[in-house]
């Protein structure tokens, strides 16, 4: 399988990607909206290109309250008929119900661990097959691809960048947690 790397190396058009691939794939993140858009944005990729989840991201931030758990959590039925209208985003129900549910799983998260960046640095590490399994047992609409791509991108899994990247060196500065293991 290509990497996201060597694909960008051979696409040097690809701006949109490119960007997200300089700035964000793989760097950590630490706040609760940032990492709780970062897992909806995976989830809605689901079945679809990464090219269209990010031609929409800002779409995406707006219609979902720049990702704020604690709104998300509290969406009711107008919220839910809200984003189901929303042509800016995945119209699909399951992926906009897994949205306000994980939010209302993260809100639960924080009474033990104080944050959703609080239960990931209690579990780590752990092997994919492991993420897996536990995020299918704490949030919904969470297989393993995007359980993958979840952790890469938020540096809780090594393989976001090749190391032969410059944003590799950037990120490793950064100590993610793969690092750190």
Not at 73 to 97: H, M, S
Not at 106 to 119: N, P, V
Request: net charge negative; charged share 25%.
């Amino acid at each position: 399988m290509m990497s996201y790397c060597t694909y960008l190396r051979d696409h040097p058009e690809d701006t949109l990607n490119k960007t997200y691939h300089d700035t964000g794939y793989g760097f950590p993140l630490v706040d609760d909206a940032a990492l709780f858009e970062r897992l909806m944005l995976e989830v809605n990729q689901a079945g679809l290109s990464w090219t269209l989840i990010l031609k929409r991201a800002s779409e995406f931030h707006r219609a979902y309250d720049g990702f704020n758990v604690d709104v998300g959590a509290a969406y009711g039925e107008a919220d839910l008929a809200r984003l189901l209208a929303d042509a800016g985003v995945i119209r699909n129900r399951l992926k906009v119900n897994a949205a306000i549910e994980n939010a209302r799983r993260i809100q639960g998260l924080r009474a033990e661990f104080g944050s959703f960046k609080g239960w990931l640095d209690a579990h780590h590490p752990r092997s994919l097959e492991e993420w897996t399994k536990l995020f299918k047992k704490t949030f919904v609409f969470t297989g393993g691809e995007i359980v993958n791509e979840f952790l890469m991108s938020t540096g809780y899994l090594p393989g976001a960048h090749d190391p032969d990247c410059p944003v590799f060196n950037e990120i490793a500065r950064l100590k993610p947690a793969w690092m750190r293991t």
